[in-house]
């Protein structure tokens, strides 16, 4: 971004920086109320393409002005107007998320990996979410994260007329896959008991598909550091912890994954 004439544009589009970012913020809200409505209709088996948006409480069907991101949620104060039941800081959490990674995306990705970042970002965003709140990390959308790497690889591959970026996306597949698969049947075998969830393994390994194995280093120790500040702030929190103390590791590999690559690009 540079400041041309008194204003700031980015570098590449010429465009303007403050509309492009407006306008990448209100799309990204628009992508995180549907995120939003996943994280509340997937855990219950519900389907998130079919159906009216309804409020959970007494199943009343919103409105259009009840569906506008953010802004309904501030003008109704979290609450549904019908039967004043709370609509959970989990929607606002989701459409603000999904915006901010819409607008940092534009701003710091690498050349012409915008959309791929803001790709990249949304899915681990209901990733992050679905397993900070319910510890669930359902496979479907791990095979889509993986699945969409590996076609942006494969096009990055025949547009380049070289192997090496679809090899690398398989490397840092396997690699983040069998990272964690392995320390959780060591584990396993060792104490008898499962020490990880089942989703952790699949999901590092569909981030490396994307960032490669270079790249999945740097998100296990970032997810390492996150996890022990979630847990020194748990503790400064007064909550108790233990061995039998669960922590969404999940979680903490979307969120180191994201900056990653915003710093490196694809593998």
């Known amino acids: 971004m540079r400041v041309i004439g008194g204003q700031a544009v980015f570098v590449g589009s010429g465009m303007p920086a403050a509309p492009l970012l407006l306008g990448a913020g209100v799309l990204g809200a628009i992508v995180g109320s549907f995120l939003g409505a996943a994280l509340e209709r997937m855990p219950d088996g519900r389907s998130v393409l079919t159906g009216r948006s309804a409020c959970d409480g007494c199943c009343k069907a919103l409105t259009v002005g009840e569906l ?57 965003l209901l990733l992050a979410l679905l397993d900070a709140r319910h510890l669930w990390l359902p496979r479907v959308l791990t095979g889509v994260l993986a699945f969409s790497g590996l076609v942006l690889a494969g096009a990055r591959s025949w547009v380049l007329g070289d192997i090496l970026p679809l090899a690398l996306s398989g490397a840092g597949g396997a690699l983040g896959f069998l990272m964690l698969w392995l320390v959780a049947t060591g584990y396993r075998r060792a104490r008898g008991r499962d020490g990880m969830g089942g989703g952790d393994p699949p999901l590092l390994g569909a981030i490396g598909v994307w960032i490669g194995p270079l790249g999945v280093i740097h998100v296990v120790l970032g997810a390492s550091l996150l996890g022990i500040a979630a847990a020194v702030a748990l503790f400064l929190a007064g909550r108790k912890l233990s061995g039998d103390s669960v922590l969404p590791l999940g979680t903490c590999l979307a969120a180191a994954a994201w900056p990653v690559f915003l710093w490196q690009g694809f593998a």
Request: charged residues 5%; hydrophobic residues 55%; aromatic residues 6%.
């Open 68 to 124: 506008v991101p953010v802004l309904s949620w501030l003008a109704q104060r979290g609450r549904c107007r019908a039967c004043g039941s709370a609509i959970g800081g989990w929607q606002l959490g989701a459409e603000l998320g999904a915006a901010g990674i819409a607008m940092l995306s534009v701003a710091l990705a690498p050349p012409g990996q915008v959309l791929a970042a803001m790709l990249l970002g949304w899915q681990l």
